[in-house]
């Protein structure tokens, strides 16, 4: 496998169930995160994507959201050295217009730092596949406008337009997980997941642990992607 992604859903829960703030399970899934980038390091996945905040998010309460903010920020400032010294890439996809100027320039300047690294973190905030997508076309239509002969570049008029999503060098997931119990995408890669394998665990995402990890690996590799085709 070479690119996992994961919609890390439950950190509300999590924290509700013991009486502690939402904030404090969403700390408790920062850490996570960093335990789930070592299982794929270590199983040989180049490729992270997670989903940290999504363009519906921005209807939870103030609180929330300038906490999950105030997390972000605070988790780029704090993992810079760690990242860097583990190769460890780090990129962004998503609405960044929507996202505060300070936040915007710490994570270009993170991008920047990380750029060589040869694992690539790719965190989706304030993301949606559906703004992605929308986004993606008018671009397609501002460059379709100036120079139509662009698309005989590309393999194919797919390959053409997605060119101009956030993350156009990046493969598909090959495995999404979603945590939590939810079974829905809740608007996570729409472009991306065309052919993705998923799987669902009820574990809530700060409990996600390596035995989650391997039983989700476990059944991917049982599962037969035939794209289509037929494989016998
Ligand atoms: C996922 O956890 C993280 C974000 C959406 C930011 P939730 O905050 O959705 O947790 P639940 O689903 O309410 O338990
Ligand atoms: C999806 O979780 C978004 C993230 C994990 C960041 P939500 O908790 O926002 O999704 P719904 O509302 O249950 O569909
Ligand atoms: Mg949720």
Same mark, same amino acid.
């Given at each position: ?119 690539? /973190? #790719?965190?989706?905030? &304030?993301?949606?596949? $559906? ?11 501002? *460059? @379709? ?29 090959? /495995? #999404?997980?979603?945590? &939590?119990?939810?079974? $829905? ?11 993705? *394998? @998923? ?34």
């Amino acid at each position: 496998m070479n690119h996992l992604a994961v919609i890390m859903d439950g950190n509300g829960r999590w924290a509700e169930k013991r009486h502690l703030p939402r904030l404090m399970g969403h700390r408790a899934g920062a850490e996570a995160l960093d335990r789930c980038m070592h299982y794929c390091k270590a199983a040989g996945i180049r490729y992270l994507t997670v989903y940290a905040f999504s363009t519906e998010n921005w209807k939870r309460s103030q609180e929330e959201v300038s906490g999950l903010m105030k997390l972000l920020s605070s988790y780029i400032s704090s993992k810079e050295k760690t990242l860097v010294k583990e190769g460890v890439r780090f990129r962004v996809i998503g609405r960044r217009s929507d996202l505060s100027e300070k936040l915007q320039k710490e994570i270009a300047a993170l991008e920047e730092k990380t750029k060589a690294g040869d694992f690539t /973190l #790719i965190v989706a905030l &304030s993301y949606g596949g $559906r703004d992605e997508i929308v986004r993606a076309a008018l671009r397609f239509a501002e *460059e @379709y406008g100036r120079n139509s002969s662009f698309i005989a570049q590309h393999a194919s008029l797919e390959a053409a337009f997605g060119s101009f999503l956030d993350a156009p060098d990046v493969p598909d997931p090959d /495995l #999404i997980i979603r945590t &939590s119990g939810e079974c $829905r995408t809740s608007n996570f890669l729409l472009w991306e997941s065309a052919y993705s *394998e @998923y799987y669902f665990t009820d574990a809530l995402w700060p409990d996600f642990d390596q035995a989650e990890f391997d039983k989700a690996l476990e059944s991917y590799s049982k599962r037969e992607r035939r794209m289509g085709g037929r494989l016998k």
